[in-house]
Nanobody, 113 residues
Framework: QVQLAESGGGLVQPGRSLRLSCAAS????????MHWVRQSPGKGLEWVSQ????????YYAESVKGRFTISRDSAKNTLYLEMNSLKPGDTGVYYC??????WGQGTQVTVSS
């Protein structure tokens, strides 16, 4: 059974940084596209970023481009999202997603002064 466990969320002031991690297990991590998706208060799901199986092709939503960096470590079966220059609009639950079929439980990110 696929398992995706996010961590690293928390409360942070605007302009600061956070790094999210997603520990993956029970599938061949290095073979799949991986995504970060968020749900902000009162809004629907928003795709944030994705990365190719080999890690060489990242894509970002316009709202986070230039501020967020997605990466992966296949030796550790872990997906990351480095988030810099955080804004209140980045507040939400961040989900690690495999192939848009398997989702983690999410980690809360709150950006507030």
């Amino acid at each position: 059974q696929v398992q995706l466990a996010e961590s690293g969320g928390g409360l942070v002031q605007p302009g600061r940084s956070l790094r999210l991690s997603c520990a993956a297990s029970a599938f061949t991590f290095s073979s799949y596209w991986m995504h970060w998706v968020r749900q902000s208060p009162g809004k629907g799901l928003e795709w944030v970023s994705q990365i190719s199986p080999g890690g060489g092709t990242p894509y970002y939503a316009e709202s986070v481009k230039g501020r967020f960096t997605i990466s992966r470590d296949s030796a550790k079966n872990t997906l990351y999202l480095e988030m810099n220059s955080l804004k209140p609009g980045d507040t939400g639950v961040y989900y690690c997603v495999k192939d848009f079929l398997d989702w983690g439980q999410g980690t809360q990110v709150t950006v507030s002064s």
